[in-house]
Antibody
Framework: QVQLVQSGAEVKKPGASVKVSCKASGYTFTNYDINWVRQATGQGLEWMGWLNPNSGDTDYTQKFQGRVTMTRNTSISTAYMELSSLRSEDAAVYYC?????????WGQGTTVTVSS | SYELTQPPSVSVSPGQTARITCSGDALPKQFAYWYQQKPGQAPVVVMYTDSERPSGIPERFSGSSSGTTVTLTISGVQAEDEADYYC???????????FGGGTKLTVL
């Protein structure tokens, strides 16, 4: 079945970077964009940007430009989201989601904790 | 930056009709999508391109669009529909996605 499986929870110190992976299976990875969305505890969904796995092209929302990098490894059908210069406000659950008919398949989420 | 506006909360009794609105200036040009999210779970798309229902989503869910407002309607609400609902669309360029602030649906 079509699924996205994300890497496990992370605990990072302020100023550090975190890299979350998202492994696709059950479909052709390069056929659909991958979106990254985050959700702080008790808050709403926040779109961060997207990656075209075929071309490697990306678009990031202005809030994260300069701090986020989205990449992929097509040989293992995996997308990555790296966020640098972490601050306490970046503590959240980070999701990847396939861009088809909106965002039709979501990963299980990766909890990122930022704490000194 | 572009914003989508949703009411924070909607409450209905079982069997009644719930309507959740989402407003945004670019909605006449850009499709809207709706997601249901239950506590501790990832979101699930319940409506795409304004009014198309994905397979597996009950027929009581429907979507509509009028000008700068899109509406998710749940007819004959059931207890299991209690969740947070988010609309999502794109800015006028079509490049950047955005979510509404979310609406908590409470089934009384």
């Amino acid at each position: 079945q079509v699924q996205l499986v994300q890497s496990g929870a992370e605990v990072k110190k302020p100023g550090a970077s975190v890299k979350v992976s998202c492994k696709a299976s059950g479909y052709t990875f390069t056929n659909y964009d991958i979106n990254w969305v985050r959700q702080a505890t008790g808050q709403g969904l926040e779109w961060m940007g997207w990656l075209n796995p075929n071309s490697g092209d990306t678009d990031y929302t202005q809030k994260f430009q300069g701090r986020v990098t989205m990449t992929r490894n097509t040989s293992i059908s995996t997308a990555y989201m790296e966020l640098s210069s972490l601050r306490s406000e970046d503590a959240a659950v980070y999701y990847c989601a396939r861009g088809h008919r909106g965002m039709d398949v979501w990963g299980q989420g990766t909890t990122v904790t930022v704490s000194s | 930056s572009y914003e989508l506006t949703q009411p924070p909360s909607v409450s209905v009794s079982p069997g009644q009709t719930a309507r959740i609105t989402c407003s945004g200036d670019a909605l006449p040009k850009q499709f809207a999508y709706w997601y249901q999210q239950k506590p501790g779970q990832a979101p699930v798309v319940v409506m795409y391109t304004d009014s198309e229902r994905p397979s597996g989503i009950p027929e009581r869910f429907s979507g509509s669009s009028s000008g700068t407002t899109v509406t998710l309607t749940i007819s004959g609400v059931q207890a299991e529909d209690e969740a947070d609902y988010y609309c999502q669309s794109a800015d006028s360029s079509g490049t950047y996605r955005v979510f509404g602030g979310g609406t908590k649906l409470t089934v009384l």
